[in-house]
């Protein structure tokens, strides 16, 4: 059989520290680059709405403008209103085009996407300071006075920001705040030349400048933190849409390695019975039996490998159903030695247990269990060379019961964790591998012990054998 390695876990991750197991290094690399690709989303998607929203706004803004420049021009001074037209006309003309620079943009660079952001922001304080000079400099040929004109348009401004440019925060934040240093600063003036009494409506015209910033940056706020729920649910589903995908690859990984895996034992059923069919060897018994025997011994791994398959389609949907009741464990060991004896004798393995002096209870499905053990004594009887002994230990202490399994056979290679738990995973994956086997065994073994509240582990080294450890709670 040859054991194809499935789980993605044995990828190496390549990166430099040595401590972690390839496994999480994968895993934390894999998590760097899932953030750094939803930083990067993230911000392209914020760059891309402000740029879309800016420029299906342009001509309401040059509506607004020319609606500005005619009330200047009509009732304070043309050459004022010219002048701080033409300026809105040149940040216009700058952040039209690099809107239009950003639309062609092809998108996916992090750091690109930081660079038009910044852009962004340069050509926002442009045209922030540009109004903020046309609304100072009506306020300053006002003179001393209630600066209804400036006063308003800044609150317009600020509105607009607030409604339209909630997508970039740092660019609202900037506008919001030269537009309220303007907006404070018209009233402030005044009362700083005249110094009225507090009666005086220079003074209310302060206050109400102070109350209407209140509700401009609580306007702000709310359709800041609507456009971020909304950019949280697109990166929750772009998450779920990639758990999904990937999940739905593993899955067709499962169903090709399952394939392949049922397919090689058919083969050689296929090719036994199709020898015997011919009558070649109707005048040779010993030879149709030697052919019937690779036959039998193929049906027999096909069934472990669908019993197995069974119960890993239990275990990973849930449905596996254990009957825990009260086992007395040195007695289960001594029945799964026993049955396991004539297969150890085809190998040449002695198997010795010595059954502890006082009894160990424990709550566990007996058929279950019995499963993990026949796993652990069959893999040590296979991984051992002829002539070798499988020693089994069982031992109680501090509430929990532990069985060991010892082999002095060829050994599991350090870093070897993820194949012998993994799914179809085995050590040796050559063809030249002359163990029979799934490569699902132990992990089958591994959730049978979870649901057990218990543990199994090993320690090994290589060519000098190897033994591995279950451990769960004793019955109180
Ligand atoms: P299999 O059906 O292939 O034995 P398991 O899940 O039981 O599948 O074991 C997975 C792999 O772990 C084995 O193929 C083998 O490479 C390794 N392994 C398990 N037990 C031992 C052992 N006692 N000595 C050496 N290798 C082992």
């Known amino acids: 059989m040859t054991a194809t390695p499935f789980t993605p876990a044995s990828a190496s991750a390549g990166a430099p520290d040595r401590r972690l197991t390839p496994a999480l290094r994968l895993r934390r690399r894999m998590r760097d680059l899932l953030r750094l690709e939803t930083g990067a989303a993230r911000l392209e998607k914020q760059v891309r709405d402000y740029v879309t929203g800016g420029l299906a706004l342009f001509w309401k803004r040059q509506t607004i403008y020319g ?19 033409l300026l809105l006309q ?22 690109e996407a930081r660079r038009y952001r910044n852009l962004l922001l340069f050509s926002a304080v442009q045209s922030t300071a ?28 600020g509105l607009f920001a607030a409604v339209n440019n909630h997508q970039l925060p740092q660019i609202l934040m900037v506008r919001l705040a030269m537009y309220t240093g303007v907006f404070l600063w018209i009233p402030l003036y005044d009362i700083l030349n005249v110094r009225p009494p507090l009666e005086s409506f220079l003074w209310l015209q302060l206050f109400t400048v102070v109350f209407v910033l209140f509700f401009v940056i609580e306007c702000s706020v709310i359709f800041l ?48 019975l199709g020898l015997l069919r011919t009558g070649a060897y109707d005048n040779d018994p010993v030879k149709a039996r030697n052919i019937l025997e690779i036959a039998q011994k193929n049906s027999v791994r096909l069934s ?3 019993n197995d398959l069974l119960d890993l389609q239990k275990l990973e949907s ?64 296979k991984f051992s060379r002829r002539g070798e002994r499988v020693e089994v230990r069982v031992s109680a202490a501090g509430g929990r019961a532990r069985v060991e399994v010892q082999d002095h056979g060829i050994g599991i290679p350090p870093d070897s964790r993820e194949k012998v738990f993994g799914k179809f ?15 699902l065994g132990l992990c089958i073994a591994q959730e049978i012990m979870t649901a ?14 190897t033994t591995f450890t279950i451990d769960f709670p004793t019955k109180d």
């Open 130 to 157: 540009a109004i903020c000079v046309w609304a100072g400099l009506v306020a300053w040929m006002e003179g001393v006075s209630s600066h209804f004109m400036p006063l308003f348009f800044l609150f317009a401004a």
């Open 452 to 465: 057990h509240r218990g543990s199994i582990d090993y320690t090994s080294k290589l060519g000098e054998g």
């Open 318 to 381: 849930g449905q596996m159903s254990y009957d825990f009741d009260e086992i007395d464990l040195p007695a289960l060991i001594a029945e799964c030695v026993e049955s396991i004896g004539s297969f150890a004798q085809t190998y040449g393995i002695e198997i010795a247990y010595t059954p502890p002096p006082a009894d160990i209870f424990i709550r566990a499905d007996r058929d279950r269990l019995h499963q993990v053990l026949d796993n652990l004594l069959s893999n040590a009887v």
């Open 90 to 111: 040149y940040t216009e003309f700058f952040d039209t085009t690099l809107c239009l620079r950003i639309m062609r943009w092809k998108g996916g660079n992090l750091r």
């Open 225 to 272: 933190r609507l456009y971020r729920r909304g950019l949280d649910q697109l990166d929750e589903l772009r998450h779920e849409r990639d758990r999904v995908q990937a999940a739905y690859e593993v899955k067709s990984q499962f169903v090709s390695v399952v394939s392949h895996e049922l397919r090689t034992p058919l083969t050689s059923i296929n090719g036994a």
């Open 304 to 306: 472990a490998l669908i």
């Open 67 to 85: 609606g500005a420049v005619l009330l200047c021009g009509f009732y304070y001074d043309v050459r004022v209103a010219i002048l701080c037209y």
């Open 425 to 439: 995973t085995q050590v040796d994956s050559s063809d030249r591998r002359s163990h029979g086997g799934t490569g």
